[in-house]
């Protein structure tokens, strides 16, 4: 176990908490940065793809975990990202430009909706987020034009500098890039007073009203915030797709991402990259599954969808903090090893809760 | 000298309930006020009032001059007035730490873009909400339990927590609602202690809801009693206690 000796307060505000986090992290980042030395084409596009979903699940977990407002409706943001970035690449703007652009637009979506459904919780925001992702999935099946309809349009090459960076190794590092910017950007937020009054929203609503808090005003930067987050990754998606088309963006892709956030571990943003290695390597194993399986399983058609689902309720009953909660439990095991009681995560009932005042 | 906060003819029904009726009180600058009842006479309903969690039916507040009671309920605390809730209402999820910052929120100067990057202004700030927040904590002795995530902290201990965040509002207003109940009688006697501390160091003006007759004759400047959310008393700890109508209102004819 470690023991910290605290000198300073720059130490609690500090990203890193100790040199042990420092060497393990800074492994992780030469490791991540060398890959591309060791693993071949595919599974480097497969790792490049973790980090797509890593930036769209650290925009939904601020809000679903952090601000605790669900989100069926990410997939609408992931979308305008998406097709905002291939429109203005396609327009000639530079790379950086245009995926910030595609954030920002994005963001303005997501504070479009964070307004009116600001009275909501729940399940009733999470059918409003739903409707609307139904709304955006029919303007780009209709806005021919500007989205190519149906019939899908080509995404332009990322040229930076001269350098294409829409595939392969270029493309890898392009990922990485932009995933460490966005992590270490909700990182700052979550330790500034934004992202603790996101925290204390979700915690208790009327007491974050009574400490000042703007209830309205930070649901809207919480959702503008998480869908800016969501559309850069859509940016990035684009490329990885190469071709967009309506369905690349369905109501699978909403729960796909919040499947991802709650399987990873709500309200921490260990568990966001957990959850999107886990919804990256999920549908490969389905796909290895369905040659093993008997035909009559294997080639049912809802075996994804039926899958991903069953998998969320799995984990909501049995490990509601994902597997970023099991891995604190399994370290404080080994912290604390004589010691380790069944009972210590159990979980308690509350029974001290002010009348609720509405 | 003018009062502080003063209520003028309150009143407040949920339907057919009249749960605070025509209710008038001033509370002096730096005063320890204190309001007492039996169960469901309104004292919270009067706190929910003055932190405008609920609307009048008819009736003003005015604080420091100026009436708030068509403010939005976040605005009070920028004004001066912090509060904490019966049964506490702490963000369980956080550090104790975490709980007392978020009561600095109101004195933020920070904006979204600069948190995102957080710039040196940021980080500044945040040393400066720091330093206040450790102040509190030496106040009311929670150095041990700085870091520790609400869920795992006993009742006691929860209950000062939460009068500590309102601190840190650094409020000229602190309304406590019921700060013994739940607590034994060693603590209650502490928390006696603590509103001395509280009104002498953070020259706080304090609106209690209290239901120990023994901490409120201690620490009250004067007290107001009610019952059925109407007026039955107002007078010093002792003039209270002696109140025919008090002792009816609590005990019957």
């Known amino acids: ?45 497969e790792l490049s793809l973790v980090y797509i979903y890593a930036i769209a699940g650290i925009g939904l977990m601020l809000l679903v975990g952090h601000t605790g407002l669900v989100s069926l409706g990410h997939a609408a943001f992931l979308a305008i990202g998406a097709y905002a970035h291939a429109w203005f690449i396609g327009k000639g703007w530079p790379l950086p430009l245009s995926i910030l652009l595609a954030g920002l637009l994005s963001a303005a979506a997501g504070a479009m909706v964070g307004r009116p459904t600001l009275r909501m919780t729940g399940i009733y925001l999470a059918i409003a987020t739903l ?33 294409d960076l829409s595939r392969g190794i270029p493309f890898y590092y392009l990922c990485l890039f932009v995933v460490v910017l966005c992590l270490l950007a909700a990182l700052n937020l979550l330790r500034s007073p934004t992202g603790r009054s996101m925290v204390a929203i979700r915690d208790s609503e009327i007491s974050a009203q009574s400490m ?36 690349a963006f369905t109501m699978l892709t909403s729960i796909q991402l919040l499947l991802m956030v709650v399987v990873g571990g709500l309200g921490s943003m260990h568990g966001v990259f957990y959850g999107a290695i886990f919804i990256v390597v999920l549908p490969q194993f389905i796909a290895i599954m369905r040659d093993t399986l008997p035909t009559a399983i294997g080639q049912l ?34 912290d604390e090893f004589p010691l380790y009681r069944k009972a210590t ?14 | 000298m003018s009062a502080l906060l003063s209520a003028k003819n309150l009143s407040l029904s949920f339907g057919g309930v009249h749960a605070v009726r ?18 469901g006479a309104g004292k919270t309903s009067i706190f929910n009032l003055i932190s405008r969690l609920y609307n009048a039916d008819s009736g003003d507040i005015v604080f420091a001059g100026e009436s708030i009671i068509s403010q939005p309920a976040h605005r009070i605390a920028s004004l001066g007035i912090a509060r904490t809730f019966q049964n506490t209402e702490l963000f ?11 009561g600095r929120h109101v004195h933020r100067c920070s904006n979204l873009f600069s948190e995102l990057l957080f710039l040196h202004s940021v980080r500044k700030q945040e040393l400066e909400f720091r330093r206040i927040v450790e102040d509190v904590i030496d106040l009311l002795d929670l150095q041990s339990h700085r870091n520790q995530v ?5 009742y006691g201990v929860r209950k000062m927590v939460e009068v500590a965040r309102a601190l840190c509002i650094q409020p000229k207003l602190l309304l406590l609602d019921e700060p013994s109940s739940g607590l034994n009688p060693e603590e209650t006697e502490d928390v006696s202690f603590w509103i001395e501390d509280i009104s002498r160091d953070y020259g706080a003006t304090i609106i209690m809801v209290e239901h120990d007759m023994n901490l409120v004759s201690r620490s009250s400047d004067r007290v107001l009693a009610i019952a059925d959310g109407a007026f039955v008393a107002l007078g010093t700890p002792s003039e209270i206690q002696n109140h025919p109508d008090v002792q009816r209102a609590y005990l019957g004819d």
């Not at chain 1, 500090?14 to 693993?39: C, E, M, S, T, Y």
């Not at chain 1, 039926?306 to 080994?334: A, C, D, N, S, T």
């Not at chain 1, 995560?345 to 005042?357: A, G, N």
């Open chain 2, 92 to 102: 369980e999820h956080e550090t104790v730490l975490n709980n007392m910052l978020i």
């Open chain 1, 131 to 163: 409707a609307f992702a139904h709304i955006v999935e029919q303007i780009i099946a209709h806005w021919e034009p500007v989205t190519g309809g149906f019939r899908g349009q080509l995404v332009p090459d990322a040229v930076f500098m001269g350098f």
């Open chain 2, 22 to 39: 025509d209710i008038s009180f001033d509370v002096e600058q730096g005063e320890v006020f204190s309001i007492i009842g039996p169960n």
């Open chain 1, 1 to 45: 176990m470690r023991f910290i000796l605290k000198t300073h307060y720059q130490q609690d505000i500090d990203v890193f908490k100790h040199n042990g986090q420092r060497f393990w992290f800074g492994l992780l980042a030469l490791l991540v940065i060398v890959a591309p030395l060791f693993i071949d084409t595919f599974y480097l596009g």
């Open chain 1, 301 to 334: 058609p809802g075996l994804e969808p039926g899958l991903f689902g069953l998998i969320l309720v799995l984990f909501l009953i049995f490990e509601p903090l994902g597997i970023y909660g099991r891995w604190l439990k399994v370290k404080q095991f080994f």
């Open chain 2, 150 to 154: 609400i869920g795992s902290l006993p």
């Open chain 1, 212 to 247: 000042g808090i703007d209830l309205a005003r930070t649901k809207t930067i919480a959702f503008a915030v998480s869908a800016g987050f969501t559309g850069v990754a859509g940016a990035l998606f684009a490329h990885k797709l190469g071709y967009l088309a309506p369905d």
């Open chain 1, 345 to 358: 995560h159990k979980r308690q009932k509350s029974y001290l809760r002010t009348e609720r005042l509405r």
